[in-house]
């Protein structure tokens, strides 16, 4: 406790609060120094440091003499420092004392000024408590706005300068590490950057529990500042780095918490569905194996190639319908696996909805299989589906096709447009394969009680009494019982060589 006067050559670098950071002093001898005034023997006689800064810049030599301040406490950590907040600074402390103070007391602190990391601080203090406040409110900050402070004179120097003060400071847990019990360490993304919050043992709520990766923090805590000495002059000097000192585990906050689905439930999820998925298209596939087996007893009764004809009619049936209910339950799942992360509430949506569509595909195939039912029908109509499925079977088989639409047109009951398809679709694939007809008209006529479909065609015509043994009779059975199924009227009128007519008249429910 001695103040000396010395001799030598010195330089110092400073740091954004005027403070001298790295002094410099080159001595020659041992009696260039000399004491010039021993220390007082009261430690808190001591004058009262500078509020802006312990040890500004001064051409006089500095005090090696004890300082003081006074301040509110805002952390105390027994037996090695604390930190001291004053009206517009807050100063770190450090002390041998290990009795216990609290946030908000109001203490007088004396000791002496040296270096630290980046700022001046107090050591060897001793303290003695004045009087208590209510603790100081946090200062709510975001870490861009603590990076960008730089250099401002000593005058502008108030809350821009935020090491050591208490802020509060949000983000989301990267990870919480422990050290042998004695540290706890909060890893949190805030504002695109790292902050690293510690909690020490001994304090209460330590270690915390119940924090999970990817929540939502609120941390208030003393503001620790890394700065960069790049350039070594006051106006370079900027924040680089940004930690905080928690006093206790009520200093955590939990805004939100992570999804409650973890990865592996979440992965778990998706091969459930898939695994039902996959059960989805065997159920397909033995439905289209109990169709092979329905086709092949109808294979006793007419020839080979009508047979195999109407199974691959059906399969096409079940291809436009089946087929486009699964490519879409394969693009929800896909879009549910991309979201499952970031959003795993749209993730749960499309799975919902793909297992919608999952049923609504196992009804379609059922219907499809009872009745043929026909869902392009329900989308574009009687006309469009006749140019869409019957046109290409005529000019397949090299005949030219047309359709004539006549009366009122209109949408009838999904049961008599899949007949009428049905039929059409018959009446034209026999004309081409069978009878080698070159053309092909269709006429479509609508009354308020009938409608009434006629297929013609320019082929061979066959003889009606021949039909048991002609390749074509089973089909135009199966056209006959279709129209006797809604109590219609069916007709052949057939000469050979000049071709044949097919009609079919369908009674209309009332509207």
Request: glycine share 6%.
């Amino acid at each position: 406790q001695l103040r000396d006067y010395y001799d030598g050559v010195g330089g110092v670098v400073f740091n954004s609060r005027g403070e001298p950071l790295v002094p410099l002093l080159r001595v020659a001898k041992r009696e260039h120094i000399a004491i010039l005034e021993p220390a007082s023997s009261d430690l808190f006689s001591a004058p009262i440091a500078d509020s802006y800064a312990l040890q500004p810049f001064s051409m006089e030599p500095p005090s090696l003499h004890r300082q003081r301040l006074q301040g509110t406490v805002t952390l105390w950590r027994p037996g090695e420092y604390f930190y001291l907040a004053t009206p517009w600074r807050s100063f770190r402390i450090h002390t041998r004392e290990s009795r216990k103070l609290h946030v908000g007391d109001v203490v007088e602190a004396s000791g002496f000024v040296r270096h630290g990391k980046h700022f001046a601080v107090m050591s060897e203090a001793v303290t003695r408590k004045v009087g208590s406040v209510e603790p100081p409110e946090p200062i709510a900050v975001t870490h861009s706005e603590i990076l960008s402070v730089g250099y401002l004179p000593a005058s502008q120097l108030q809350l821009e300068d935020y090491d050591g003060r208490l802020v509060q400071m949000s983000g989301k847990l990267l990870k919480l590490e422990t050290s042998d019990d004695i540290v706890a360490r909060l890893h949190v993304e805030s504002g695109g950057k790292l902050l690293t919050a510690s909690l020490r043992s001994g304090e209460e709520l330590f270690p915390p529990r119940g924090l999970r990766p990817g929540s939502i923090l609120a941390l208030t805590g003393i503001c620790v500042l890394e700065l960069d000495y790049e350039w070594a002059t006051p106006r370079s000097l900027k924040p680089t780095a940004v930690s905080l000192l928690l006093r206790n585990g009520d200093d955590i906050d939990v805004i939100s918490e992570p999804s409650p689905w973890t990865p592996e439930q979440q992965l778990r999820l998706l091969a459930g569905v898939a695994i039902f998925l996959v059960m989805a298209l065997a159920w397909v596939v033995a439905l289209k194996r109990r169709v092979a087996v329905q086709t092949r007893l109808i294979h006793a009764k007419v020839e080979r190639e009508s047979v195999l004809e109407e199974r691959q009619r059906i399969g096409r049936q079940l291809h436009d319908t089946v087929q486009q209910e699964l490519t879409g339950i394969g693009m929800l799942v896909s879009s549910a696996e991309m979201e499952l992360d970031a959003h795993p509430e749209k993730a749960r949506v499309a799975l919902d909805l793909a297992g919608r569509m999952v049923q609504r595909c196992s009804e379609e195939s059922r219907a499809s299989i009872e009745d043929l039912h026909s869902v392009m029908l329900e989308r574009v109509g009687l006309r469009e589906a006749i140019e869409e499925q019957v046109r290409p079977l005529a000019e397949l088989n090299g005949a030219t096709f047309s359709m004539t639409v006549s009366g009122t047109e209109r949408r009838l009951r999904a049961r008599i447009e899949t007949i009428l398809l049905r039929i059409a679709h018959e009446a034209a694939a026999n004309a081409g394969k069978h009878a080698q007809a070159k053309a092909i008209d269709l006429t479509l006529h609508y009354e308020p009680s009938e409608v009434q479909l006629t297929v013609r065609d320019d082929g061979s015509g066959f003889d009606r009494s021949q039909l048991p043994t002609d390749p074509s009779s089973f089909g135009l059975l199966i056209m006959e019982e279709r129209a006797l199924k809604l109590n219609g009227r069916f007709s052949i009128e057939s000469t050979l060589g000049e071709g044949t007519t097919v009609r079919t008249v369908l009674p209309l429910p009332p509207s």
